[in-house]
């Protein structure tokens, strides 16, 4: 559910926890790790591929050395990969990871999220959340590591690298847009597609709303006509007199040539039935996602919501 102005969210509670258990020995279903929050643009080259598309089961003494402000950094090709995707969506959950980086291989996972702890570019976390109070595991590039991220020249040209943790109660839904994601960009790349670039709600928020702010004391018929263009220009549509924003918008190439775009909007069991409305009458696409639990951890079960699926 996208962050914007006059949005309502409900609280879906939970807390973090810190467990102090050493990197080596930690289990995927507990972390550890703090930071802050930060958003700005790769000056990287454009015509990136699916991140996932650049994957290596690299072995781990198969790495290269790289220097950003005069430290030194080993990384093998899939721990860059990672790297990328952790930083284009801010957060990603070790379960993910484990499924789309790793192919199911848990030690690996655990090895190569361990050496990037060590060298300072990723924290963990986990929280309690649902009724049952599973237990989520979640990753986010520190500001050392989207420093890092920022230099991968197989980033897009404009591709937003974020950093730190969101608030806690945000965590579940904002954790299963990578896995929208996947399931996007499996159809895009199924039909001959290339995607170059995502862009988060956080970063249509910022470009919407401060130029709307400009305008807030204006009359109505300024503000409206303002309003109008800012949407036009962000291809964004007006719903019930505000700037609907999708979860999560996909920029990719068509197999013609031609730039194309998908917005698309997670739903959760938490979802209000009338902001599901407005956000199917803005024509995104729209996928749900039901938390589930697995031996007390939290997993995501998620399937595209059809117009029959939301008529109901």
Not at 49 to 76: C, F, I, W
Not at 212 to 230: F, K, M, P, V
Not at 263 to 276: Q, S, V
Not at 287 to 300: E, I
Request: net charge positive.
């Amino acid at each position: 559910m996208s962050r914007g102005a006059g949005d309502e969210r409900s609280d879906r509670g939970g807390e973090w926890q810190d467990p102090e258990i050493p990197a080596s020995r930690m289990p995927l279903s507990q972390g550890r790790g703090a930071g802050s929050t930060s958003a700005e643009r790769s000056r990287s080259r454009p015509g990136q591929k699916r991140a996932s598309e650049h994957k290596s089961r690299a072995p781990m003494s198969d790495r290269d050395d790289t220097r950003v402000r005069g430290k030194r950094y080993d990384l093998n090709a899939r721990e860059r990969s990672v790297l990328r995707d952790i930083g284009r969506f801010r957060i990603v959950s070790m379960d993910a990871l484990l499924k789309h980086q790793y192919g199911g291989m848990a030690a690996a996972l655990r090895n190569e999220m361990t050496h990037l702890r060590q060298q300072g570019l990723v924290q963990k976390r986990s929280i309690s959340v649902g009724k049952n109070r599973d237990t989520l595991v979640i990753v986010s590039l520190t500001r050392e590591g989207a420093r890092f991220a920022r230099r991968d020249e197989n980033l897009a040209a404009r591709q937003a690298v974020y950093s730190g943790f969101v608030k806690p109660a945000e965590v579940p839904h904002d954790a299963a847009i990578y896995e929208m994601y996947q399931a996007e960009a499996r159809r895009i790349e199924a039909r001959g597609g290339t995607i170059h670039r995502i862009v988060l709600d956080y970063e249509l928020k910022k470009e919407v709303y401060s130029k709307l702010a400009r305008t807030r004391d204006s009359g109505a018929l300024e503000y409206a006509q303002r309003q109008q263009e800012i949407a036009d220009e962000q291809c964004l549509p007006i719903v019930d007199g505000r700037i609907a924003l999708p979860d999560l918008r996909i920029e990719y190439e068509t197999p013609e040539g031609d730039p194309d775009r998908v917005d698309l909007e997670l739903a959760t069991e938490h979802y209000h039935r009338g902001h599901m409305d407005a956000k199917a009458r803005a024509g995104f696409k729209m996928y749900g996602f039901v938390s589930t639990s697995r031996g007390h951890r939290a997993q995501w079960e998620g399937r595209e919501l059809t117009a029959a699926v939301l008529a109901l």
